[in-house]
């Protein structure tokens, strides 16, 4: 519909928009408009996936708007009821196609609120038609739930007419002698700014540079805060059950941790290492089963796909059933974070991991090289990894699977740790050749996992008299369209396990973990 | 994006004032709208204040030129107006020199596809090539027809001209400009209609409301919302929306 983009400048600090619009109707034939007010919301996921994919989301009142960040072009609109949470909750259309796409299992949270003041002008050609909108919006942000505002640059915006745009270029010719031009986007970055973020400030991703000269006390207590910083950052929107992925996030924060804990041996005390292993393996615990039953929910779109079209609405009896329970556990968990035992935890391993190394701990590893040790603590895994896969064969019991999952897992997460210290190059390629082996593996575990947890579900619903035949029926069909694709990942464990254990692989392994004798 | 015509044979019925109404409330709606001023006397394009442009039909109809960069805003965000061109008058005879002469419209209208939800076509009266060419393009024709037997009468032949070259032109009607005053209007309002046509139930009064449009020059909701004029086009669109696939009510 329009062509030409609007015009934009900052109001010098100390003007008002009253004074600028006053100015303004001196000049010329203008309208003024009655002043509006409106409340804008900028809508994210937690991870921040539309800004990782160059959009940002805006909702004021009923409208919802997704934009390209960079230009501000309006991608796709929709209108809702209330404020928008989930992506598949919204009418039908290409908004919703995109925003299911991008953010998948991850609900909208509201990240930045701007409420605008608006003076708007209308300049008027001689048979009274509007050519040309000026609006002087005057801005002020808070982030969600907290009133304290802050007070952003106001912008003047000259909002072209299609088939005016003469009247445009005037205009901005004459304002641009006294007006400072200002972007006619960035008002998200600006009110992130004003209330102390920045968009991306979180992600789930291992991101930290460590140095080969680094000791490994040094460099542990390092990975153990991100990980920390991880896992706290994670515990509101779980305990307010948002969406499934905060749970993740914090049980992934809570699993690498552990396995830092056993894996990089002998950096800190016996002692503290027992005591906040056996506080953690609890954290992993009273998060287990919710987990498993977001795992579950998530899983259903996968589950129809196991079944004939007319059997999906069978499965809705098992679907509320779950969710029931998913609820219950939820609740426990939300208690359970709240405790003092938790919060404890928490505070204790912090001030433990910001203690100064340099006092020593007097262990073994704590003052070598990180390059070192974590070359040691790869090779070791690597090679147990190679044993325990070339040992298993067609005939093999599901828990040797299951244990080779686990050290393809350790293995995954030290090369996950210490990606810094190697070539990007390398090390990227190897923990990629790694996922797909995981990948088989986890698959693997998963279908079994769901199968056994299906048949026991079903066993409750009968005991409680809420079990429909045609559910119990569909619920059958699963269970072996489930066990069938888990054999299937068997069948593929060859292949999958050949790329990892290949020739050119253990070359570029040697290469970068085998460690030198005499270090 | 979806296409209406406002058409009848007969002219002063109240095409024009249906296109200029209809499209501001379709605003309201939430739907990006464009509207074609295709009649030379360009009263939708005096309605909404704009100058009509001159000598560009030739030029659009052989592709030469971008559609878009006649079109004008309006002063209501989102309504667009594609202004009369005082040449239409010789589209008739241009559309006659160019292959597939009643698909040229259809063609014309592709790229805005991206840029509207709907497009009102504001026609000229009698058959023509240009009328013809809005018959295959839009997906529905809206006949204001007056509750008088001549104007029955014109939306008959209307019918009778889609049926016999077997145009797939779905039609609906409504009455305009009744006065409730005269029995005739009354009667004709109450009695059976064409089976052939889909026949709304709004009926636009005659009112001084409408008429002064031309003092006004802007749409009837603007300056007289309370109206029974104004209330009795906002039901028009509300019906006309249920009726077709893709357009919204009013909030």
């Known amino acids: 519909m329009l062509k030409q983009p609007p015009v934009c400048f900052f109001l010098p600090a100390g003007e008002t928009a009253e004074k600028i619009c006053k100015c303004l109707a001196k000049l010329m034939d203008c309208q003024i408009e009655p002043l509006v007010s409106s409340k804008l919301r900028y809508l994210e996921s937690f991870d921040w996936r539309l800004h990782q994919a160059g959009l940002q989301l805006q909702q004021t009142g009923s409208r919802l708007e997704l934009q390209d960040k960079q230009s501000g072009e309006i991608k796709s609109v929709a209108r809702v009821k209330g404020l928008a949470k989930w992506p598949m909750d919204l009418p039908e259309g290409e908004l919703r196609t995109s925003l299911c796409k991008i953010l998948d299992m991850r609900a909208l949270i509201p990240i930045v609120s701007v409420d605008t003041k608006s003076n708007m002008l209308s300049l008027r050609n001689a048979d009274e038609k509007t050519v040309l909108r000026i609006r002087v919006d005057q801005y002020e942000c808070h982030a969600p739930g907290v009133a304290k505002k802050f007070e952003l640059p106001a912008r003047v915006w000259l909002l072209p007419l299609k088939g005016y745009e003469s009247e445009l270029h005037q205009l901005e010719g004459l304002l641009t002698e006294d007006l400072e031009r200002a972007p006619a986007t960035g008002l998200l970055d600006e009110a992130l700014s004003a209330i102390g973020r920045k968009a991306g400030d979180y992600s789930s991703k291992l991101d930290f540079e460590l140095h080969p000269d680094m000791n490994t006390d040094r460099a542990m207590r390092l990975i153990l805060l991100h990980l920390l910083d991880t896992l706290v950052n994670n515990v509101e929107g779980t305990k307010s059950d948002i969406d499934s992925e905060f749970l993740h996030d914090l049980r992934v924060a809570t699993r690498r941790t552990r396995s830092a804990l056993s894996q990089v041996k002998k950096v800190f005390p016996l002692a503290v290492l027992e005591d906040f292993k056996a506080r953690f393996a609890w954290v992993g615990q009273i998060t287990g089963a919710t987990r498993d039953m977001d795992v579950f929910q998530l899983e259903f779109s996968g589950f129809h796909k196991l079944l004939p079209d007319r059997m999906h609405a069978s499965l809705e009896p098992l679907r509320e059933f779950n969710e029931e329970r998913r609820l219950s556990e939820q609740r426990a968990l939300k208690r359970r974070l709240n405790s003092g035992q938790f919060r404890d935890m928490i505070k204790q391993w912090r001030e433990y991991l910001l203690k100064d190394p340099e006092g020593g701990e007097g262990t073994e590893n704590a003052g070598r090289s990180v390059l070192v040790v974590s070359q040691e603590r790869i090779w070791k895994m690597y090679r147990k990894v190679l044993k325990e896969g070339r040992a298993i064969s067609a005939d093999s019991p599901p828990e040797d699977m299951h244990e080779l999952r686990k050290s393809c897992k350790k293995l995954r997460y030290l090369m996950e740790f210490f990606r810094s210290l190697y070539p990007e190059k390398l090390i990227g390629a190897q923990i990629k050749v790694l996922k797909v082996l995981l990948n088989n593996l986890g698959d693997y575990q998963d279908y079994e996992v769901q199968a056994d947890k299906l048949m026991n579900i079903g066993e409750q619903m009968k005991k409680e008299g809420n079990a429909p035949t045609e559910t119990l029926m569909a619920m059958g069909v699963l269970v072996a369209g489930l066990l069938e694709r888990q054999n299937q990942a068997h069948k593929d464990f060859a292949s999958c396990f050949a790329g990892f254990d290949s020739d050119e692989n253990h070359q570029a392994i040697r290469t970068m973990f085998k460690p030198v004798i005499g270090k | ?251």
Request: charged share 25%.
């Open chain 2, 1 to 251: 994006m979806k296409t209406i015509g406002i058409y009848n044979i007969k002219g002063g019925v109240g095409k024009t004032a249906t296109a200029v109404n209809l499209g501001h409330v379709a605003v309201r709606a939430g739907l990006r709208t464009l509207i074609w001023d295709l009649d030379p006397q360009g009263a939708a394009t005096f309605y909404f204040r704009i100058k009509p442009k001159i000598k560009k039909s030739r030029r659009m109809l052989f592709g030469k030129s971008d559609l878009d960069d006649a079109i004008k805003a309006t002063d209501y965000e989102g309504l667009d107006l594609l202004p009369a061109d005082f040449s239409f008058r010789n589209m008739d005879l241009l559309l006659n020199k160019v292959k597939k002469s009643t698909l040229q419209l259809k063609r014309l209208l592709k790229p805005l596809a991206k840029d509207y939800d709907l497009i009102i076509f504001d026609c000229p009266p009698s058959i023509s090539l240009v009328s013809e060419n809005v018959f295959r393009a839009a997906d529905a024709l809206l006949v204001p027809t007056i509750p008088t037997i001549l104007s029955q009468r014109t939306l008959s032949q209307l019918l009778d001209f889609i049926e016999d070259n077997k145009l797939d032109t779905r039609v609906l009607s409504f009455y305009s400009m009744a006065d409730i005053r005269k029995s005739m209007h009354r009667n004709i309002c109450a009695s059976a209609t064409d089976p052939r046509c889909t026949w709304l139930k709004s009926i636009i009064p005659y009112t001084v409301v409408i008429e002064n449009m031309g003092m006004e020059r802007r749409p009837v909701n603007e300056y007289a919302p309370a109206s029974m004029a104004g209330k009795a086009y906002r039901a028009l669109w509300n019906e006309l929306a249920s009726k077709i696939k893709g357009l919204n009510k009013l909030p």
